[in-house]
């Protein structure tokens, strides 16, 4: 296991205490229940606003792959665990799209930072910076607690090949005492490769983006019967539902805004009528102002 030790370290590092959740007022409205909770409606990661951080991850995969069929070409048991894991790459662009690979291949994804006041991430995920970032403690829990993990973003590139390279290690392990043929007729193989296939996709994304500093909660396994959809404007959006418990948010910043004022004081009636009367309210120090 030594030869995945970078890896393992970079995904099992030290939590930040604080993360944080860059929206806009309306969300935020959504977002804080009047118990103190949060609610986070949790996208199927092919759905989110940038497709190609799927096919990012994808295609790293789909390389290792590559690579794998032809280092094993004469071990039949690691070539029948690749046979059965291939109709995964049949679909390509809508790979990510289709949730009937398994009942639970769907991925979902909560983006987080550890970054609380980046102007990049304002104007990422408000409208013109107008908005707030939501601190929220890093051990939070949730109803998902057994279907979930909370994950740095990977943007080195060698640790992305690790990664991919440690997916296939692990289902090879798994299913190494089988035959050729009962490997065949697996119908664990498939969903199990899908899941952690698409966990990885989510968790990659081009060394350009490092500096938003990202950790996703992500959501796998999910029984589809616990799958929403809502309207968009082009096709239905997959999602579920994310329930954090309350007292785990300790902060909210108000984004770059010409009416700082006006802004804190509406922020602390609200943080007093929903049970946050805790939650510290502070004012981005990025001098832009829309």
Not at 71 to 87: E, F, G, Q, R, Y
Not at 225 to 253: H, T
């Amino acid at each position: 296991m030594n030869e995945f030790t970078a890896i393992t370290k970079y995904i099992y590092q030290d939590k930040p205490e604080q993360l944080w959740h860059y929206t806009s007022y309306d969300s935020l409205h959504k977002i804080v229940q009047d118990d103190g909770k949060l609610s986070f409606r949790v996208t199927e990661i092919s759905y989110l606003n940038d497709h190609q951080e799927f096919i990012h991850g994808y295609s790293i995969i789909k390389n290792i792959y590559d690579l794998l069929r032809n280092k094993h070409d004469d071990d039949a048991s690691k070539i029948a665990v690749l046979d059965n894991i291939a109709v995964f790459f049949r679909f390509t662009d809508e790979l990510g799209s289709n949730l009937s690979v398994s009942d639970n291949a769907g991925v979902f994804v909560l983006s987080l930072t550890k970054e609380r006041d980046l102007l990049s991430q304002w104007r990422a995920y408000t409208n013109n910076c107008h908005g707030v970032s939501i601190g929220i403690n890093s051990n939070f829990k949730t109803s998902h607690v057994n279907n979930s993990l909370l994950f740095p973003v990977i943007y080195d590139d060698i640790l992305k090949r690790e990664y991919a390279e440690y997916i296939f290690h692990e289902i090879f392990e798994k299913f190494s005492k089988l035959s050729p043929n009962e490997i065949t007729h697996n119908d664990e193989i498939l969903p199990e490769f899908a899941a952690k296939a698409k966990v990885a996709c989510s968790l990659m994304k081009d060394s350009t983006f490092s500096e938003e500093s990202e950790w996703r909660y992500v959501i796998y396994g999910e029984n589809k019967l616990n799958i929403k959809l809502k309207s968009s404007e082009f096709y239905l959006v997959p999602y579920v539902d994310l329930l954090i418990d309350e007292g785990n948010c300790d902060g909210i910043i108000i984004g770059p805004n010409p009416y700082n004022d006006l802004s804190r004081k509406s922020l602390t009636l609200f943080t007093s009528k929903v049970n946050l009367g805790n939650a510290i309210i502070s004012q981005s120090l990025i001098p832009y102002r829309g």
